[in-house]
C-alpha cells in the first residue's frame, strides 16, 4: 500500500508506509518509538494504557440497508446513524493524517473456501504486531495480489469529544460500517478490539452463507477425529484442548463450512495472571521473540513477575500459533466427531460430565452457562450466574437462535455427540465443597474423546434431567452424580433448584408461541 492508496481513503500528508514489516523490523520500530520493553526471554512487553480489555458498551453498527434487517440491535449490538460515524470516520481520518503509519496485511480464516482478507491501519507498531501475531500471515506471493476485503482504520489517540451530543456512552468508539466495508477504533489501545472486532465480522458474514462461527477451541487426535470445546472464561477452553497426544487447531476462534472446521487465527491470545511454566509449559514457552506482552508488571532485568496483578487481572500475551510445537500446520481438520461444552458451575450442582440430547444440545448451547465466584475480598462467597448465548453473545451480531439453528443442521448431518463437562466445584458450591480435580476432569475428556464413555451405563439426574455415566475409569462413581457428592442433601436439593429456576428464568428469552427453536422442554424442570 502506498501514500496513494491512503489518500484514496481519506489519510492525507502521510509520511511513511510500513507495509508488512517483518517481525524483526516491527520489534525494531517498536524500540525505538518507546512503545515496548524487551522481556528477557526476548518477547517485548506494552502497557495499553487505561483500557486494558474491550469495552463492549462503546460498540456499533451502523444502521443501513440491508445489514440492518439482520442485525438483532439491542445492548450488544448498538446502532449508529450514518451522519455520527461519519463524523467520528473523519476524526479518526485526521488522526491518522500527517504521520508515519504502518499496514498490515492479513487473513482472517485457513478455509479458502470462507476466509476474508482484512487490512490494518495504524500509528502504532505494536498493534502491527499484534494483529501480525493474531491473524493468518500471508505467504509474499499471497501478498503481492492482496485485496482487501475489510480495512479497519486504528485511531486510538482520537477520542470523540461530542460524544454525549452523538448520544454515545463515552468518549470511546468502536464502530462497524458493514456496507463499506470499514471500522473505525478510538479512545482504546487495547490490542483485543480488532482481535474481537473481526471475529463480529465473522459472526456476520459466515452464516449469512449457510456456514457457522463458533467461539470454541478446536483440537484433532492422530486419527483425524476433531473435538471442539465451547466456553466462557475460566473454564478451562484454553487448558484442556491444549493436549499432548492431539493437535491443536486453535484455542478461541473458528468457523464450519462444508469441508470441515477451521481456524480463524494464526496466533493465539492466553492469559498470563499468574502463569506458572510446570502447569502451563506451552504457553510458558510460547513467550519467546516475537511474542507480544499486555500490562505485565517486569522488573529491571527483564523478568516478568506474572504474578503481579497490580495493572490488570487480565494480563495476556499474543504469540504466533507455530510457538505450540503440536499445532496443526494448516489449523484446519474434518467435521467434528464430539463437541464438548464446558461450564465452571461454582454452585456445584452440575455433574463432572454428561451426555446431551440433540434438544438438549440446543438448550444448553444458547443458555451459554457458567458461574464465576465473587470478590472474596468483601467476604462475598455466594457465586453469580452467567448466561451467555452460544458461549461469546458479545460477539453475535444476528439474533443467537441463527447460530443455534446452524450449530443443530450440522449435528444431525455430521451425527456428532454433545456432552456438558463441569470444571467447576464438586461436593458442594464455592466455599463448602472443592474444585473438580484436573485429572477427573482430563478423564472425562479423554473418555469422550476415546470413546469409552460409551460403553458406560447412565443414570438421569433429577430436575435437570442430565444423563450422567455410572461408571467411568477410575473417577469415583459418587462424583458422576452430584446429588452423591454431596454430604447435606437437603442443600444440594435446594441449591440445584434455585440454578434450575436460573436457567428456566434467562431461556424465557427464546420462548413464544410461534417459535421453532423453543427448547425449553429440554432444560430444567421444577416441581
Known amino acids: 500500500m502506498n501514500v496513494t492508496e491512503l489518500q484514496e481513503i481519506g489519510i492525507k500528508n502521510v509520511n511513511k508506509v510500513f507495509h508488512n514489516l517483518s517481525y524483526d523490523e516491527l520489534i525494531q520500530h517498536e524500540l525505538d518509538n518507546g512503545e515496548v520493553k524487551l522481556t528477557k526471554k526476548g518477547a517485548t512487553a506494552v502497557d495499553t494504557g487505561i483500557f486494558t480489555g474491550r469495552s463492549p458498551k462503546d460498540k456499533y453498527f451502523v444502521d443501513r440497508d440491508p445489514s440492518n434487517k439482520y442485525i438483532a440491535w439491542g445492548d450488544v449490538n448498538q446502532k449508529i446513524n450514518e451522519e455520527v460515524f461519519n463524523e467520528l470516520l473523519e476524526v479518526a481520518r485526521e488522526q491518522l493524517s500527517n504521520k508515519d503509519l504502518y499496514v498490515t496485511d492479513v487473513f482472517c480464516g485457513s478455509s479458502p ?48 469529544d461530542k460524544y ?3 448520544g454515545l456512552n463515552s468518549e470511546v468508539f468502536v464502530m462497524f460500517d458493514i456496507e463499506n466495508n470499514l471500522a473505525i477504533i478510538g479512545g482504546t489501545w487495547y490490542g483485543g478490539e480488532m482481535k474481537k472486532g473481526i471475529f463480529s465480522m465473522m459472526n456476520y458474514w459466515l452464516p449469512l452463507e449457510g456456514k457457522l462461527a463458533m467461539h470454541c477451541s478446536a483440537n484433532v487426535g492422530k486419527d483425524g477425529d476433531t473435538a471442539l470445546f465451547f466456553g466462557l472464561s475460566g473454564t478451562g477452553k484454553t487448558t484442556l484442548s491444549t493436549d499432548p497426544h492431539r493437535a491443536l487447531i486453535g484455542d478461541d476462534e473458528h468457523g464450519w463450512d462444508n469441508h470441515g472446521v477451521f481456524n480463524f487465527e494464526g496466533g493465539c491470545y492466553a492469559k498470563v495472571i499468574n502463569l506458572d511454566g510446570k502447569s502451563e509449559p506451552e504457553i510458558y514457552g510460547a513467550i519467546k521473540k516475537g511474542a507480544l506482552l499486555e500490562n505485565v508488571v517486569m522488573y529491571g532485568d527483564g523478568e516478568v513477575d ?9 494480563t495476556r500475551v499474543s504469540y504466533p500459533i507455530e510457538h505450540i510445537a503440536n499445532h496443526k500446520e494448516d489449523l484446519m481438520a474434518g467435521h467434528p466427531q464430539n463437541i464438548i461444552f464446558l461450564t465452571a458451575d461454582a454452585f456445584g450442582v452440575l455433574p463432572p460430565v454428561s451426555k446431551l440430547t440433540r434438544e438438549q444440545a440446543m438448550y444448553y448451547f444458547l443458555s451459554g452457562y457458567t458461574a464465576k465466584v465473587a470478590g472474596t475480598e468483601r467476604g462475598i462467597t455466594e457465586p453469580v450466574a452467567t448466561f451467555s448465548a452460544c458461549f461469546g453473545e458479545a460477539f453475535l451480531p444476528l439474533h443467537p437462535t441463527v447460530y443455534a439453528k446452524l450449530l443443530g443442521e450440522k449435528i444431525d448431518q455430521h451425527n456428532v455427540n454433545v456432552y456438558l463437562v463441569n470444571t467447576g466445584w464438586t461436593g458442594g458450591g464455592y466455599g463448602v465443597g472443592k474444585r473438580m480435580s484436573i485429572k477427573d476432569t482430563r478423564a472425562c475428556i479423554n473418555a469422550i474423546l476415546d470413546g469409552s464413555i460409551k460403553e458406560s451405563e447412565f443414570d438421569t439426574t433429577e430436575t435437570f434431567r442430565l444423563a450422567v455415566p455410572k461408571t467411568l475409569g477410575d473417577i469415583k462413581p459418587d462424583v458422576l452424580n452430584p446429588r452423591n457428592a454431596w454430604q447435606d442433601k437437603e442443600a444440594f436439593d435446594n441449591t440445584r433448584d434455585k440454578l434450575a429456576k436460573m436457567f428456566v428464568q434467562n431461556f424465557k428469552k427464546y420462548q413464544s408461541a410461534d417459535s421453532e427453536f423453543d427448547f425449553s422442554a429440554a432444560g430444567p424442570k421444577i416441581g
Open 164 to 166: 454525549k451530543e452523538h
Open 113 to 160: 473456501a470462507s476466509k476474508r482478507s482484512i487490512r490494518f491501519i495504524s500509528e502504532i507498531a505494536w498493534q502491527s504486531h499484534f494483529v501480525k501475531n493474531m491473524f493468518i500471515r500471508p505467504t509474499e506471493a499471497e501478498l503481492e495480489v492482496f485485496k482487501s476485503d475489510f480495512t479497519v482504520l486504528n485511531a486510538c489517540k482520537a477520542v470523540d
Open 306 to 314: 506474572y504474578e503481579d496483578g497490580s495493572k490488570t487481572e487480565n
